[in-house]
């Protein structure tokens, strides 16, 4: 069986690219998945689609993993090839196996190992910038990146300290919404 889950999933792709809706749908997944098992593909009169697209959709969509159409099948039928006018490379023309060292595939893949490592990385996204996100040499100095207009930020909260950060201190106000307490955090800690 050759990647008979890719060629539904393409088909499933290329419907929904056809027709703006998936070729099955419910709200409940079970009602979904025995819509996927049981019911047949159901085509949509607008917009009109060939014969030769119409057969294409129903051959990837088939249930039957076994008898799906694959992928070198898809390449040789006339509503892919503009009935054989521009046919696709065959797979022996311009493909090349690709070898892979052990090395390469221990590499591929990296642990975060600290939650400082990530929240750098999510504020260097923020900013969507490789630079140092805690520096703002790019806005007013003293500036905050989120406040608005007349908020400044205090230097102070960024410096290697121990102080707490006021929105961490167990604060109490009479606004709705804003009366939950935050656990007891130190900057030093949130960053190490």
């Not at 060629?7 to 499933?12: D, E, L, P, S």
């Not at 249930?63 to 054989?84: A, Y």
């Not at 996204?125 to 207009?149: H, I, V």
């Not at 606004?175 to 900057?187: H, Q």
């Amino acid at each position: 069986m050759e990647k008979a889950l890719d060629v539904w999933a393409i088909g499933v792709t290329l419907y929904c690219l056809v027709f703006g809706k998936c070729p099955f749908m419910d709200d409940f997944i079970l009602a979904l998945h025995a819509k996927i098992k049981s019911w047949p593909v159901e085509f949509p009169e607008k917009p009109e689609i060939s014969e030769g697209l119409k057969d294409l959709l129903l051959q990837m969509l088939d249930k039957n993993p076994d008898t799906r159409i694959t992928i070198p099948q898809i390449k040789l039928l006339p509503w892919v090839t503009k009935n054989g006018a521009d046919p696709l490379p065959l797979e022996e023309e311009h493909c090349s196996v690709v070898e892979v060292t052990e090395e390469e595939v221990m590499n591929s893949v990296k642990l975060i190992s600290s939650l400082s490592t990530v929240i750098l990385v999510k504020a260097m996204l923020r900013k969507r910038s490789f630079g140092n996100p805690f520096e703002f040499q790019s806005r007013k100095e003293g500036r905050s990146m989120s406040a608005p207009g007349n908020l400044l930020i205090d230097k102070s909260l960024f410096q290697n300290s121990t102080k707490r950060h006021p929105s961490l201190r167990k604060e109490s106000s009479g606004d709705v919404g804003k009366d939950m307490e935050l656990p007891d955090v130190c900057e030093n800690e949130a960053i190490s």
